[in-house]
């Protein structure tokens, strides 16, 4: 048994384990507190996208880490919202970030009017922790193979804890980054598309939808000609959303146009049967319409 080579080898790892765990602490800023993202919307925005100018006060993607606050100042002379912040003109408004993923939100600053927010996870002492039992476990593969290799007891004991080892760091890092539990569940519809949900859709369209968007979804409802800019048609526009977005749509209105905020008047369980209405209005309206 090599042992002179043996300790000059974990000599030099727990060294490196060691400097591993300070520059990695460096590097990832782990006490580093949360961002407070600030975003201003300059004066004269809305007449620019008017305009058909690209407006590039917020970014499409915006990059963001657990816990960070978007901060959003509103500047210009109109209403704006971006995801679930409505800012007035001369208004501030926060919104902190509680969980990893991938968000998308409506926003009146972009022409397709979606705004991205990637929250990612906060670097945490269990993806330290990972990266360390992963490189002992490497050492101790190295110690197998100075002591023999699967041949010998002690190296095959050895090579054998050393795969245990990157096996668990591998885990212990994926679970630290979220990629095993990515948390994307709110923003999926919990309410499934059955008839009863459709005929309580049903209803609240009828109720709150068809003067301005008609019984068929293609906007024309009753209202539409008083309407500008006119409602959009259903059938061309529900399809080009997911349907959280749709949520939003409802829940917060189109700001600067006739398109109601009903965040008010409609439970969240509401909004969700709707959304699954306009769906169907949109599979059937060539066949079937209301
Ligand atoms: C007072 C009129 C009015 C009422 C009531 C109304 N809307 Fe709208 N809606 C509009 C207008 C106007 C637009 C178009 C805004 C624009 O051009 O950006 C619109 C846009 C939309 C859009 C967005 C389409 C897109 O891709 O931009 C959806 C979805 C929508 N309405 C759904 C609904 C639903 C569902 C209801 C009932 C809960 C409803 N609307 C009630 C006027 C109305």
Redo the contacts with the bound molecule.
């Keep these: 048994m090599d042992t002179s080579r043996l300790s000059r080898l974990w000599g030099l790892g727990s060294g490196g384990l060691l400097l591993v765990a300070v520059l990695w602490g460096v590097w990832t800023g782990i006490l580093d507190k949360p961002r407070q993202v600030v975003l201003t919307i300059p004066p004269g925005t809305a007449v620019r996208l008017q305009a058909g100018q690209v407006v590039t006060a917020i970014p499409q993607t915006i990059h963001l880490r657990v816990d960070d606050v978007v901060v959003l100042q509103n500047q210009d002379q109109v209403p704006h919202r971006v995801g679930g912040l409505y800012v007035r003109p001369g208004e501030t408004l926060s919104q902190p970030f509680r969980r990893a993923g991938t968000f998308e939100y409506i926003c009146t600053l972009h022409p397709e009017?979606h705004t991205i927010f990637q929250v990612a996870p906060r670097p945490s002492l269990f993806t330290l922790l990972g990266i360390e039992v992963g490189l002992a476990g490497v050492l101790l593969q190295l110690s197998g193979l100075l002591l023999g290799g699967w041949a010998t007891r002690w190296g095959g004991g050895a090579l054998l804890a050393g795969t245990v080892g990157i096996l668990l760091g591998v885990g212990l890092v994926l679970q630290a980054s979220g990629l095993m539990n990515p948390g994307a569940e709110d923003w999926q519809n919990p309410v499934p598309p059955d008839a009863i949900s459709l005929q309580q859709g049903q209803r609240?369209?009828a109720q709150?939808?068809v003067?301005?968007?008609g019984g068929s979804g293609r906007g024309d409802g009753p209202?539409a000609a008083h309407?500008s800019?006119?409602?959009?048609d259903?059938v061309v526009?529900?399809p080009?959303?997911p349907d959280h977005i749709?949520f939003q749509?409802?829940q917060e209105g189109?700001p600067g146009?006739?398109?109601?905020a009903?965040r008010e008047r409609l439970t969240a369980e509401e909004i969700w049967h709707?959304v699954n209405y306009?769906r169907s209005l949109t599979h059937t309206a060539d066949s079937k319409p209301l």
């Design positions: 009017n609240l369209y709150f939808c003067p301005c968007h209202l309407l800019p006119p409602p959009a259903l526009h529900v080009q959303h749709l749509l409802i189109i146009t006739q398109m109601p009903l709707l306009l």
